[in-house]
């Protein structure tokens, strides 16, 4: 039965035009498609080769090529393999179609990364806020999101030098790296 | 960047006045009072991060709280000291105000590990909350990643002088400035971040209002403040109600 | 005319004037004054202590005699009967009354009702006779059938299922009355108990099961009990708090003049069930306090609060016939006393039950809470009743309670001591849970403007909680009552004080109990208010719930399958008990119709006559 | 009269130390210190002390009220040495019911707070009660029946005509090995005490009570130990002869379950109803057999 | 006895009337048609008339008799061999019930019962003829039972009863529905297999006495009649007699034709016809059969009527279906209360038979507009609050709740059984009260659904099928109030009708006894 499935897994990868697969190891496929192509796949993977279980989609900011990555993993329980699916979609919009209606968990996937990198899946039931409920910044994964910037404008430091640490620092011990020293773009904060 | 000893104010700091105590017992008992507070702590540890694993330790046989009259408990409503153990995220802290909130006072916060005192190793996180006596004011920390049970036990000790002495009512300043805590946490969540516990109507209960009670912040919470009035007991019957 | 004449006259003055005047406004006070009245003239016919008071009208059928008289034990339960009739027409003369016709119900039908109730349980507590024993029988029947169908819809259903057990013990009744004419050749009470001694103990058993059942329907004793807590439940307010105070207890005093007057406790005592070492008397006693036990756990599931009191009010007949069962001076006097203490209790209850229902137009419990905050005084009335029906000091119900209690550990019955236990129990389980979902947790956000009960409604309620804290505080008097009926009776009288009961082996004086009580309570406030600091009223919504947010809209009130733990335990103990004895019946009788109709509609009629001309043919000529 | 202040006086102060060696038996069994004297009274008077404190209504104080006042009651239809307060107009049914005022009071109360975690832990709290009341008043029956009398002064002058050879426990061996076990359940105490369950439901009952509320409970819980010691002890050790016997006696008595209840972790509701239904109330029952026949 | 009182030329002037009851129906009904080509309105007036006319005359001859009974002898042939009508106060007082009912429940214009016949297009002719057929037919059953209740002739009784069931069959299928028709059938089948086992059962009787006169008869009887063949002529008897009577098991067409025939029909029939014919079968009983089997044998078909009637009625889907079956429970109550024979017996007899005249009549009544499925009476008492409550009233007098007649009339058979006490009585007495409590749940599960909330309820009453079932609800009454001297009547009634040797003494004046 597995052998027969993956045999017929095979068949079904050789039949698609426009895919690039690579084995990366007896239980691995790593399958390129062209966003468009992408939920034909899927639903070739789960309908016909029993790849039931999405057991994520993850995304990658490639900032330099202005794209965004989505790999969505897919797993057989009879085969015993993990597929993962690439796609890249453009980073602006960041709009891409929801396989909700493939896999009924990709809703929590995909409002998960609508939060985090901003990119929004028609189709998907739900696209509100999911962990960061009061959060009013830019999607805070994508590359461009200045996490420094963002904490120093939203909350203080405190500053502890005690005076037995002076002590021990005139002995040349204490705090290696200063703080101020560390925080390197917040010292570039202070200074513009 | 201010200093971890000297407690933040937005206002003017005015200096607080010995004033009457709420607490019958308390006026006529002051030292003894005193005495039992300090012995007799009840903590609520509120397991944020990796530092509450420190405290089975503390209490358990080796290092045993109880002697010094610590005891764990978990509920607000039951306990003293708040022990906030770890990394703050901000939706976290959201239920470690409403949790502090909901103590009696007087209530102590202690915050062990250093993430509390400055976020720690996740300083650079947008998610976690950095310094925790912005958000309410803080009695003792614990520094250390983590902290040993040593460290925690010297902290309460600490605490539990401070106690004997007076000198440990931080918890007063949450009620008398509480615009500029309440400014800080709105600036975290939002204009319409809002406890179930009336912070302004305690503090007028029980006599602990002061000039910073009341600002900007606290008029941006009227604004949109749900009621929070208690349920009056109400002998409303329709018929002597119309005769009157 | 004797002062007995008068009553009963009053009383069907009372019902006339109910179906002419019953359409007004007006008819509710004129109701309570009516029944008012009744009260005094029974007050002034001196039955309690005196000779019984017989009635000038006597009626004569097929030369059987019928009379009506009145003895202490009449006295009493008439006394209860017209209390409840009394304080349930005060509680809807008003805004009940009003609220009623609103709701496109005929006011002039239920005061009828209540009317009708009234005078044919009179009528019942007056018999002289087995004949006019069984007529005041069915008039109660029909009477309670009628209360009980007034409220249309499921109350329909409820009261059809009534009749159906009501109308089938009544002709049980019937049945055990012809074998006593058969026996005896009379009716009569004298000439009947002169001749009872004579019956064989098969005739007696036969008589026990024919009797004796038609009476325990009524009462809702164990199997015949599955029809009492919907009829009641459903009817509408003080019609259910009627019923629930009384009219079950019409059972009891048809039991009690079967079992206690005419056989006596001694003969049942010393007839043996076959093949068993119990006699008859622990055979009821055991039925009495499983009757304790399985309805009172039932009621512990509902989640209605008029089905929870309406199947504890089945519960709770069970004490009274365990405690008549013990047979001594403190246990009848314990059974007899319940009657009254639990009629006031349960008519407390039930109108503190429709109160909220009248506010807030549910009783389900699983929609209510937090009502304390608003009809503080109704929750005053309900925590009377339940600390009173729990049995627990200082309230009524706890005295009555205790003398069934202490007669069981006189007399030497562990068993039917701890099953009184349970049941005592699970109603401080029940009660709790009654009490908790309806007015203590979390106010519902459609509940926040409702009002406390009107003044109509709440005095009568607020009176007779006023009357359960005085009978537990010094139950002297009333058992003083309790004493004459059981000399009627020929039972010992119970050794009573003004505060309790004499006993040199442990008695019991509830005003040292309640004063001490008072005391405690009194040094409980001076710790908590006087030694602690300020508090603060916080709103609901303050409140912990492992640091969630809670809001308004959203009910967090712990409230469905209160006792989960329980019942995963004990509900398959006892799930569906007796139905299949219903279900039985049910699907005998659906059988019988089916060969029945089946029968008339063969298409073979012809045959028949064939077949029975040549059946008879051959069974005379042969 | 000066009885009546003095028993709830000396139950209170009996049950302040019995909460100290409750947990210090529990630290002594967890090699702990354990702690020190008055730390009984300290968080009392710590918990009254306390400047804010939160109520949810009337009925939430007057739980508290009648929680402490029913034990207050209650201790005086205990006789002591020398005192016998209401003994005589009470009795032991009365007493057992007097009991059970506290719960009500208390499920009340939390009722009010309108806390789910506080009507989980009622419910679980009033289910335990039903079972540990079964062979409890299996456990008095027996002992009423054995002594043909409900009056506790009758009682205990019965037990202590004869020596130890007619205390109750020597002549109903079985009623108070019953008793002890539903004493164990009675007080709460492992592996009986789901309904407070700290890490589950926040202490069930007690989840809302802060400051002086918490502190009547306290109080009350004080009174709670004393009253379960005193009543086994007036059941089935003689009652006191004297002071120094009585208190020997009733600290022992209390001692017992509080040496089981830290080495189990805890059952649930319905195997607690289940446990308690088979052991100690056949046992009990098992008992009243011998009695009676 | 009679012939000593003071006006003899009177007295025999208004004995001659008693065959007025008879005669005049007869007559009307032959001329109905062919006044009916002449007036429409004569004709239709014409069966009031008679039946006012019948009804005044009995009356008249109650009230100026007095309760001794009497004897007429049609043509002056004397009793052994001429028509004999024997006029007691239980004949009278069924000669008197038979025109009040047939007027009560006369079948005017707007009847129709059956729907179908209300719906049918049709000429007013053919309307008119119909009419015309219907109250021909009327008239006929009236005299046909007015036959029955005073003849004193086996022949004559069994030349009306057959004529009655010709008018009885000619009603039922006069509404033309098809279920009509089929009942009709039905009906018919078993009423010749009846006549014909009570053909032979008289053929019995004369081969082995030689007369058919029941005074004859009830001479004759303890010598010729007191064995085995005796009883097989009463078995035979009874199975014929009792077709009407709703004997179990001929009765199997009742519920049919009651729930096929117009509700005023089925209101006759099942309370008119099948009294006449239970006083029938008592007359023989009490006169001619005195012995034991007789009873015994009406006991226990009895008994069964009892129990398949009313277990049959709990399951009853239709309104009239269920009256029906509940008729069929209280005629075998009537039977087992006659079967105890006694004065007591005669008593509960009768008390049973004229209580359920009064009331299956009146519900009867109320079946005329609601003929259709229970279901269907949800919410009736909406639009008809009288209706409601008088069936409310006549189902608690016919379950026997105290303190209405049907109470008392059940109690006095009870306790009549009770009194006998043989196991055989026992049975029956709990069987009763078995079926009384399946009664009452089948009766007032149609009570609570009447008061059902129903936005959409069945139609009104019509004004005058209200009025007769309020009427006879106010007899009910009255009969509640007045229970004394309801007893006291029926009381000499039972004794009049258990005196066999009076029967004889009245039909053959001593000088017949004499020359015995």
Redesign the interface.
Same mark, same amino acid.
């Given at each position: 039965m597995t052998k027969d499935l993956s045999t017929w897994l095979d068949t079904l990868l050789d039949e698609l035009q426009g895919i690039e697969v690579r084995r990366k190891s007896s239980r691995r496929i790593r399958v390129d498609v062209q966003p468009d192509a992408l939920p034909a796949l899927l639903e070739l993977l789960r309908g016909r080769a029993s790849y039931v279980h999405l057991s994520a989609i993850s995304c990658v900011d490639w900032i330099e090529e202005n794209e965004f990555e989505l790999v969505y993993h897919v797993w057989s329980y009879e085969i015993g393999s993990l597929v993962s699916a690439h796609t890249r979609i453009a980073r602006d919009p960041g709009v891409y179609i929801s396989v909700y209606d493939i896999y009924t968990p990709a809703a929590f996937f995909e409002r998960d990364i609508h939060e985090m990198f901003g990119v929004f899946f028609e189709g998907s039931p739900d696209m509100s806020k999911f962990?960061?409920?009061?959060w009013? !910044?830019p999607p805070?994964m994508r590359k461009d999101?200045d996490?420094?910037a963002?904490?120093n404008a939203? &909350?203080?430091?405190?500053?502890?030098q005690p005076d037995w640490l002076k002590e021990i620092e005139a002995k040349g011990g204490g705090v290696a790296v200063r703080p101020d020293e560390q925080?390197f773009s917040r010292r570039d904060v202070d200074a513009s | 960047?201010?200093?971890?000893?000297k407690t933040p104010r937005t206002g003017e700091t005015l200096p607080v006045k010995a004033g009457k105590r709420t607490n019958p017992l308390a006026n006529v008992f002051d030292e003894l009072v005193r005495f039992a507070q300090s012995r007799s702590l009840f903590m609520l540890h509120y397991c944020t991060g990796c530092g509450a694993i420190e405290l089975p330790p503390s209490m358990t046989s080796r290092f045993d709280m109880e002697r010094l009259g610590i005891q764990p408990m978990v509920s607000p409503r039951q306990a003293d000291i708040l022990l906030v153990t770890g990394y703050v995220s901000?939706?976290t802290l959201k239920r470690i105000i409403l949790t502090y909130e909901q103590m009696g006072s007087p209530k102590y916060v202690i915050g062990i590990c250093s993430c509390t005192?400055? !976020?720690g190793m996740y300083?650079?996180?947008?998610?976690t909350?950095?310094?925790l006596?912005?958000y309410m004011p803080v009695d003792i920390y614990i520094a250390g990643c983590m902290p040993r049970p040593e460290a925690v036990i010297a902290g309460l000790r600490e605490l539990m002088e401070n106690i004997r002495q007076g000198k440990a009512d931080s918890w007063k300043d949450y009620y008398r400035h509480y615009d500029h805590y309440l400014g800080h946490q709105q600036?975290? &969540? !939002?204009e319409t971040w809002q406890t179930p516990t009336d912070v302004i109507a305690e503090a007028r209960h029980y006599g602990l209002f002061g000039p910073d009670t009341l600002g900007t912040h606290t008029a941006l919470l009227e604004q949109h403040q749900r009621p929070l009035e208690a349920l009056e007991m109400k002998v409303d019957i329709p018929e002597l109600m119309a005769r009157r | 005319m004797t002062s007995l004449d008068h009553l009963v006259l009053v009383s069907a003055l009372t019902l006339a004037l109910m179906l002419l005047f019953g359409r007004m406004r007006i008819a509710g006070r004129l109701a309570v004054v009516l029944y008012a009245v009744q009260f005094l003239l029974l007050m002034q016919t001196g039955a309690l202590l005196g000779e019984p008071v017989a009635s000038s009208l006597t009626l004569s059928v097929l030369d059987l005699q019928m009379h009506w008289r009145y003895d202490a034990l009449s006295w009493f339960f008439a006394m209860i009967t017209i209390g409840a009739g009394f304080f349930c027409a005060w509680y809807a003369a008003g805004v009940w009354q009003e609220r009623y016709r609103e709701e496109g119900h005929s006011p002039r039908l239920f005061h009828v009702a209540l009317a009708a109730n009234v005078l044919t349980m009179l009528i019942l507590l007056g018999s002289g006779d087995l004949l006019s024993l069984f007529i005041g029988w069915e008039l109660v029947s029909w009477a309670s059938f009628l209360l009980m169908a007034v409220g249309g819809g499921p109350a329909g259903r409820a009261a059809l299922r009534y009749l159906v057990y009501a109308f089938s013990g009544g002709m049980a009744i019937l049945a055990g009355l012809m074998l006593i004419y058969t026996q005896t050749g009379s009716l009569d009470y004298a000439r009947v108990l002169s001749l009872l001694g004579e019956l064989s103990d098969g005739q007696v058993w036969l008589l026990l099961l024919l009797i004796g059942g038609g009476f325990a329907v009524k009462m809702g004793l164990l199997p015949f009990h599955l029809w009492q807590a919907a009829a009641y439940a459903e009817t509408p307010g003080p019609g259910s708090s009627f019923l629930g105070a009384i009219s079950a207890r019409m059972g009891l005093y048809a039991l009690i003049m079967l079992l206690v007057a005419m056989l006596g406790i001694g003969r049942l005592t010393a007839m043996e069930v076959p093949f068993t070492f119990l006699s008859a008397r622990d055979l009821i006693a055991w039925i009495a306090a499983l009757t304790v036990i399985i309805p009172t756990y039932i009621a512990l599931q509902q989640h209605d609060a008029r089905y929870l009191l309406a199947w504890h009010g089945i519960g709770q007949g069970g004490y009274m016939l365990l405690g008549l069962m013990v047979g001594n001076a403190v246990g009848s006097a314990g059974g007899l006393f319940h009657v009254f203490t639990y009629g006031i209790t349960q008519a407390a209850l039930l109108m503190a039950v429709f109160a909220v229902v009248h506010r807030t137009g549910t009783a389900d419990l699983n929609k209510l809470g937090g009502l304390v905050a608003r009809m503080p005084l109704t929750f005053l009335v309900l925590l009377f009743g339940i600390i009173s029906l729990a049995g627990l000091p200082p309230m009524a119900g706890f005295v009555s309670k205790w003398m069934v209690y202490r007669s069981l550990v006189a007399e030497g019955m562990p068993l039917l001591f701890v099953a009184a236990v349970v049941g005592t129990l699970g109603t401080i389980l029940s009660v709790y849970k009654l009490i908790h979902n309806i007015f203590l947790g979390q106010l519902r956000i459609e509940h926040e403007q409702v009002r406390e009960a009107p003044l109509s409604m709440l005095l009568p309620m607020l009176g007779l909680s006023t009357l359960i804290f005085l009978v537990g505080v010094t139950p002297g008097p009333a058992l003083s009552w309790v004493a004459a009926v059981q000399a009627s009776l020929g039972l010992p009288p119970v050794p009573y004080t003004l505060g309790g009961i004499e006993d040199p082996r442990g008695g019991l004086d509830m005003l040292w109990l309640v004063g001490i009580l008072m005391a405690g309570f009194g040094v409980g406030a001076l710790i908590f208010f006087g030694l602690g600091g300020r508090s603060k009223r916080v709103h609901q919504l303050d409140n912990y719930a492992g640091g969630h947010f809670l809001t308004a809209d959203v009910r967090y009130q712990y409230s469905d399958n209160f006792y989960a733990g329980l019942m995963h335990l004990i509900g398959p103990w006892y799930r569906g008990a007796f139905l299949w004895l219903e279900k039985a019946l049910t699907a005998t009788v659906a059988f019988l119709s089916a060969v029945m109709n089946g029968f008339y509609r063969y298409a073979q009629p012809a045959l028949f006559v064939l077949a029975t001309a040549v059946a008879l043919l051959a069974l005379t000529t042969a | 009269m000066i009885e009546l202040i003095l028993m709830p006086l000396a139950a209170f102060v009996i049950g302040l130390a019995m909460v100290l060696m409750m947990r210090r038996i529990g630290a002594r069994l967890q090699r702990r210190v354990g702690p020190p004297l008055l730390q009984p009274l300290w968080d009392i008077i710590k918990l009254h002390g306390k400047e804010t404190q939160t109520s949810h209504g009337l009925i939430h104080e007057l739980g508290i009220v009648m929680a402490i006042g029913g034990f207050v009651a209650a201790v005086t239809l205990m006789p002591l040495p020398g005192m016998n307060g209401l003994a005589e107009q009470g009795g032991l049914i009365a007493l057992v019911y007097m009991m059970m005022i506290p719960s009500l009071g208390l499920a009340l109360g939390v009722g009010q707070c309108a806390n789910p975690n506080g009507s989980i832990g009622i419910s679980r709290a009033l289910t335990a009660m039903l079972a540990y009341d079964i062979p409890m008043v299996i456990v008095v029956f027996g002992v009423a029946f054995f002594y043909g009398s409900t009056s506790l002064v009758q009682i205990i002058d019965a037990q202590q005509a004869g020596g130890f050879a007619t205390w109750g426990i020597a002549e109903m061996p079985l009623l108070a090995f019953a008793g002890l076990f539903a004493m164990q359940a009675m007080l709460g105490k492992q592996p009986f005490e789901i309904y407070v369950a700290p890490a589950e439901i926040a202490t069930g009952p007690m989840v809302e009570m802060g400051g002086k509320f918490l502190g009547g409970l306290f109080i009350m819980q004080c009174f709670q130990l004393y009253a379960a010691g005193a009543l086994y002890t007036l059941l089935f050790l003689g009652g006191g002869e004297n002071w120094l016997t009585f208190l020997i006696k009733v600290f022992a008595v209390v001692a017992i379950p509080m040496s089981i209840a830290f080495l189990f972790p805890r059952y649930r509701t319905e195997d607690v109803v289940r446990l308690v239904w088979k052991w100690p109330a056949m046992i009990g029952l098992l008992g009243i057999a011998f009695l009676m026949y | 006895m009679i012939s000593d009182l003071a006006v003899p030329n009177l007295f025999v002037a208004q004995a001659g009337q008693l065959v007025l009851p008879v005669v005049l129906p007869l007559l009307a009904a032959f001329l109905m048609q062919p006044l009916a080509r002449v007036s429409t309105a004569l004709a239709r007036g014409l069966g009031p008339l008679v039946l006012i006319l019948c009804a005044w005359i009995t009356a008249q001859l109650w009230i100026q008799l007095g309760d001794a009974p009497f004897t007429l002898a049609i043509g002056g042939f004397a009793p052994p061999l001429g028509i004999l009508f024997y006029a007691d106060g239980i004949a009278l007082l069924f000669a008197l019930a038979v025109p009040v009912f047939a007027l009560l429940f006369w079948p005017g214009s707007e009847s129709g019962g059956g729907a179908g016949a209300d719906s049918r297009p049709g000429s007013d002719q053919a309307d008119r003829d119909q009419a015309a057929r219907r109250d021909a037919l009327v008239l006929l059953l009236v005299a046909a039972t007015t036959g029955l209740a005073l003849s004193g002739d086996l022949f004559n009784l069994y030349v009306f009863y057959e004529l009655a069931a010709v008018a009885s069959f000619g009603l039922v299928a006069l509404s033309g529905t098809g279920r009509a028709q089929v009942a009709t059938f039905r009906y018919l089948m078993i009423s010749a297999f009846g006549s014909v086992l009570a053909l032979a059962g008289i053929a019995i009787l004369y081969m082995q006495t030689g007369t058919l006169n029941l005074g004859q008869l009830a001479q004759l009887a303890p010598e010729t009649l007191n064995n085995p063949i005796g009883s097989a002529a009463f078995a035979l008897m009874l199975i014929g007699f009792g077709v009407k009577a709703e004997l179990f098991p001929v009765n199997t067409w009742v519920p049919e034709v009651y729930a096929g025939a117009p509700a005023r029909v089925s209101a006759l029939l099942a309370g008119l016809v099948s009294k006449l014919a239970v006083l029938v079968i008592v007359r023989l009983l009490v006169l001619i059969f005195p012995q034991p089997e007789a009873a015994q044998m009406l006991l226990v078909l009895g008994v069964l009527g009892v129990l398949t009637g009313e277990f049959a009625a709990w399951r009853a889907k239709d309104f009239p279906r269920m009256l029906a079956f509940s008729s069929i429970g209280q005629l075998g109550i009537v039977f087992v209360a006659f079967s105890i024979g006694g004065e007591i017996g005669l008593l509960a007899g009768l008390a049973v038979a004229l209580h359920h005249l009064i009331v299956k009549s009146a519900l009867f009544g109320l079946a005329v507009r609601w003929n259709g499925s229970l279901e269907a009476l949800a919410g009736a008492a909406r639009t008809s609050p009288l209706g409601a409550a008088l069936f409310v009233l006549f189902a608690l007098s016919l379950v026997g709740v105290p303190p209405l007649p049907g109470f008392w009339a059940k109690l006095t058979v009870i306790v009549g059984l009770a009194e006998r006490g043989t196991p055989l009585d026992i049975t029956a007495l709990m069987s009763i009260l078995l079926v009384t409590a399946v009664e009452a749940s089948y009766l007032f599960r149609v009570a609570i659904r009447l008061y059902q909330d129903n936005p959409d309820p069945v139609a009104r009453h019509a004004r005058r099928d209200l009025g007769v079932s309020a009427l006879l609800g106010a007899v009910l009454v009255a009969a509640t109030l007045g229970l004394r001297p309801v007893a006291d009547v029926l009381g000499a009634g039972a004794a009049q009708l258990g005196d066999r040797a009076g029967y004889i003494e009245t039909v053959f004046p001593s000088h017949v006894a004499g020359k015995d």
């Open positions: 962990i960061l409920t009061e009013d !910044g805070p999101f996490s420094e963002w904490v939203h &909350f203080d430091f405190q500053d502890y925080r | 960047m201010t200093e971890l000893i901000v939706k005192v400055n !976020g300083w650079q996180s947008y998610a909350a950095k310094k006596n912005d600036r975290l &969540f !939002g | - | - | -």
